[in-house]
């Protein structure tokens, strides 16, 4: 009997009741139908799922001009498929999927302007930056109803997640939840931003920058400054290590009006289960909670404050919420004649 285990690179099944699956590889060890993701996205149709092989090489940049599934087997840098960076081309690709993926950046080519560009979902994905700007007032691209869920971003510094540029672009109506964030956000409107863990190097750096009519819930800021704005929630966060840990609700109305919270922690360790104070994200480090841990029940509706709770979105693995083969059992000895039946036995787990 012949036992295969399919780790690191694994491979995933999906169910696809109306549209079409194309398998993606760009190493010959590991065949699929087609050998670089520009190609598979130019035959696919809009709806289609592009399942990628993580083949340690990257498939460079993809531009999009449809709506897709794309999808990989986990984040994890070194075992992931990765992507340089993918361009939203247009309002055509709305509604896009990218999955458990290791991503340079999403972009928006030069030359596209007055767009708006909604309802994107980028999930468990390792991503350096969402940086989307690409003119200046009438002509600025609007971005709305985007989810952000359980994804890594590890840029840091002046290397936004979010960025404007320009300060014109808008966006709006994002959900951000059971994130890690090396970075800064900028330039939120009536966004939810819960169950989300900010890390930074430098204390004396805010987490968030530009925020209206925004909720700021179940967070934790972990050596890097409370967030201001105006017209802003917040709520059950817990903050720590940094030069400035409290909300600003608001302590100066003229720099910070109509802010509201209640229920925070401010400057209180959040008692990680093992986690460097002032450092990155680290993949050796747990972002789980000790037992004692002021987070723990804190958030609204009893939930626990970090990346853990909430929608539990968030794995330190990456792998995708489709299933995952972790083995084919080969029965050995076996001689099967010509139009009979051969059977072998598949051991996944699939992630919600």
Known sequence: ??????????????????ATTHTVSNAAHLPAQ??????AHDAASAGDTLLISATGM????????????????????????????????????????????????????TGITQTNFSNHII??????????????????NHFYNWIIEGCVFYATGSTWNMNTSYGYSRFENFTFRNNVFNGILLDLKYCSLKNNVFLG??????????????????????GKGAAGGQNNVYNNNVTFGATNNSFDIPANPSNFPNNIGSNNFEGVDPMFMNVTANSNFNLNSDYSLQAGSPAIGAGDNGQDCGVYDGSGIFRMDGEPDIPVVRSVTIPGGNIVPAQSTFQITVNSVSHQ
């Open 1 to 18: 009997m012949n036992k295969i285990l399919l780790t690191p690179i694994l491979c995933l099944l999906h169910l696809v009741l109306s």
């Open 34 to 39: 087609f050998s670089t993701i520009q190609s």
């Open 58 to 109: 990257s498939y460079g940049d993809l531009t999009l001009t449809k709506q897709l599934s794309i999808i990989g087997s986990t984040f994890i840098p070194g075992l992931a498929a990765q992507l340089s960076t993918v361009y939203f081309a247009g309002a055509s690709c709305d509604g896009t999927l990218l999955q458990s993926i290791y991503l340079g950046s999403v972009q928006i080519p």
């Open 123 to 140: 999930r468990r994905c390792y991503i350096s930056s969402i940086y989307v700007a690409t003119d200046s007032g009438t002509n600025a």
């Open 201 to 222: 190097s430098n204390p004396g750096e805010s987490c968030v920058g530009g925020l209206e009519f925004c909720t700021f819930a179940n967070n934790i800021v972990y």
